[in-house]
């Protein structure tokens, strides 16, 4: 099975910088889109930034500008740079795998949907 683990979250003030970790474990023979979320009290989670397995990125509006993702396929990781950090950015940050395959007893198996168990950011002004 494919796990994930998260790392890199804490308290910050407004304007400071955070960078967030994820680590994907689990005989992972190969990772397809990998993304952050993120669910701020009261709200639905969102899409904050994803990357493609070739580098192609996208992100959310709102922290466009501010927050870069990146990811290094040879250590199956996925990281958040967050710059300028806002109040509104206060949230828990979820890691997310689209899919893949993973090696299981010398056969090749599909995952999907794969998440983090999260990590809380909190920005205060």
């Known amino acids: 099975q494919v796990q994930l683990v998260e790392s890199g979250g804490g308290l910050v003030q407004a304007g400071g910088s955070l960078r967030l970790s994820c680590v994907a474990s689990?005989?992972?023979?190969?990772?397809?889109?990998m993304g952050w979320y993120r669910q701020a009290p009261g709200k639905q989670r969102e899409k904050v930034a994803t990357?493609?397995?070739?580098?192609?990125?996208n992100y959310v509006d709102s922290v466009k500008g501010r927050f870069t993702i990146s990811r290094d396929n040879a250590w199956n990781t996925v990281s958040l740079q967050m710059n300028s950090l806002k109040p509104e950015d206060t949230a828990v940050y979820f890691c997310?795998?689209?899919?893949?395959?993973?090696?299981?007893?010398?056969?090749?198996?599909?995952?999907?949907?794969?998440w983090g168990q999260g990590t809380l950011v909190t920005v205060v002004s």
């Open positions: 997310n795998v689209d899919g893949g395959y993973y090696m299981d007893s010398g056969e090749l198996r599909r995952y999907l949907g794969v």
């Open positions: 689990g005989n992972i023979f190969s990772i397809d889109a």
């Open positions: 990357i493609t397995s070739g580098g192609r990125t």
